[in-house]
């Protein structure tokens, strides 16, 4: 099994160009979210999803949009990327309904906006 | 609402030495409890999970934790450091199905040889 694989891992964009972000896992997982983390702030829950056809919001989803029309992928879009976007960015996934079960995490997206 | 403390942004230890790293929880009903491992340029895994059994769990490479209810902890340990052990170490607390996992700032920790 792959398990969760993001793409690309890294990525340089300028003020303003929109990307997206792209996310898929092999398990079978309903749960997915979007993280990211900077230095000294841990990470931040951007958006998630507990199957197709649902998203919500997490901790600081602004300037980010999500859709999720499959299982196994969970796009991350930037609409019009701003330097404060500049960060490291996972995505998750994970059984729903048994919050026992512990998140699976991709490698990790790389991104700098100049 | 359910979060998380880690206690000590950066903790360094000697080779050989205990690792001790702190994380106190808030949550209004009993927690999962998990403590994850982020390796340089890589993504998180787990180490380790508490889910209402055992209070001392027992994770990979050779870490503990021990659930305090009394003291809203759950801190990690191993008695005999490595370099490997140098890593990002999160902590992170789930109440139901229904929330998503909350996250730690997390515990940079160096191993000096």
């Known amino acids: 099994n792959a398990g969760v694989t993001q793409t690309p891992k890294f990525q340089v964009l300028k003020t303003g160009q929109s990307m997206t972000l792209q996310c898929a896992q092999d398990?079978?997982?309903?749960?997915m979210s979007w993280y990211r983390q900077d230095p000294g702030m841990g990470l931040r829950l951007i958006h998630y999803?507990?199957?197709?056809?649902?998203?919500d919001q997490g901790e600081v989803p602004n300037g980010y949009n999500v859709s999720r029309s499959t299982t196994e992928d969970f796009p991350l879009r930037l609409l019009s990327a701003a330097p404060s976007q500049t960060s490291v960015y996972f995505c998750a996934s994970s059984y729903y309904r048994d919050a026992r079960q512990p998140q699976h995490f991709g490698d990790g997206t790389r991104l700098s906006i100049l | 609402a359910q979060s998380v403390t880690q206690l000590g942004s950066h903790v360094s230890v000697s080779e050989g030495a205990l690792v001790l790293l702190r994380c106190n929880y808030s949550?209004?009903?009993?927690?999962?409890l998990f403590w994850y491992v982020q390796y340089p340029n890589q993504g998180l895994q787990l180490l380790l999970k508490?889910?209402?059994?055992?209070?001392l769990v027992k994770g990979i490479n050779g870490f503990e934790a021990e659930f305090k209810k009394s003291e809203t902890s759950f801190h990690l340990t191993k008695p005999s450091a490595h370099m490997r052990d140098a890593a990002e170490y999160f902590c992170?607390?789930?109440?139901?199905?229904?929330?998503?996992?909350?996250f730690g700032k997390g515990t940079r920790l160096s191993v000096i040889a």
């Open positions: 992170a607390v789930s109440d139901s199905g229904n929330t998503p996992l909350v």
């Open positions: 999803s507990v199957g197709a056809g649902i998203t």
């Open positions: 949550s209004s009903v009993p927690p999962y």
């Open positions: 398990m079978n997982h309903e749960y």
């Open positions: 508490y889910t209402s059994a055992a209070t």
